[in-house]
């Protein structure tokens, strides 16, 4: 009896652990940038507005870790690709994770980028900077495109 209540145990840890999983962005490929890429290259139209009370609830991940930063971000205008704001979480000496809330639903739809510098975005472009690395923020993923080598 005890060693299936241990099992089941285990298995939702696991499932619990892997659905974390599934929010962060893949980890740095290593591929070089041909070009580096532009805001330009990668244009949405921006519908303005401000972000409404957030649901916490849809990323226990996030609000376990930035609950304050997300809370406190009722209100903010939307900063990035058209409809979205980023939330910063100072997580460390050189270290801040990054959330992205919808404007339309107030939900965090994206939770995990870490980087050592603040990340750089615009409101009407879905490119984002983090550190050396570039990423398209597309489908509510941050898909990686590739790094800049220059120290």
Same mark, same amino acid.
């Given at each position: 009896?005890?060693k299936?209540?241990? +099992?089941?145990?285990?298995?939702?840890?696991?499932?619990?652990?892997?659905?974390?999983?599934a @929010?962060?962005?893949?980890?740095?490929?290593?591929? @070089?940038?041909?070009?580096?890429?532009?805001?330009?290259?990668?244009l949405?139209?921006s519908?303005g507005?401000?972000?409404g009370?957030?649901?916490?609830? $849809? $990323?226990?991940?996030?609000?376990?870790?930035?609950e +304050?930063?997300?809370l406190?971000? @009722?209100?903010?205008a939307v900063n990035f690709?058209?409809?979205? @704001?980023?939330? /910063?979480?100072?997580?460390g000496l050189?270290?801040?994770?990054?959330?992205v809330?919808?404007?339309?639903?107030?939900?965090?739809?994206f939770?995990?980028?870490q980087?050592?510098?603040?990340?750089?975005s615009?409101v $009407?472009?879905?490119?984002?900077?983090a550190?050396?690395?570039?990423?398209?923020?597309?489908? $509510?993923?941050? /898909?990686?495109?590739c790094?800049?080598?220059?120290?």
């Amino acid at each position: 009896m005890k060693k299936g209540i241990v +099992a089941i145990i285990a298995i939702i840890g696991l499932v619990y652990l892997l659905s974390l999983r599934a @929010t962060w962005p893949k980890p740095s490929m290593g591929e @070089t940038c041909k070009s580096l890429p532009r805001f330009e290259d990668y244009l949405v139209e921006s519908r303005g507005g401000v972000i409404g009370v957030i649901d916490l609830d $849809n $990323n226990k991940m996030a609000k376990e870790e930035m609950e +304050a930063e997300l809370l406190s971000a @009722t209100g903010s205008a939307v900063n990035f690709a058209g409809k979205y @704001t980023i939330v /910063n979480h100072e997580c460390g000496l050189g270290c801040q994770k990054h959330a992205v809330i919808d404007q339309v639903t107030s939900k965090i739809i994206f939770y995990g980028l870490q980087t050592d510098k603040l990340l750089k975005s615009r409101v $009407n472009s879905s490119l984002v900077i983090a550190d050396k690395r570039y990423y398209e923020f597309k489908d $509510n993923q941050m /898909n990686y495109l590739c790094e800049d080598d220059k120290k």
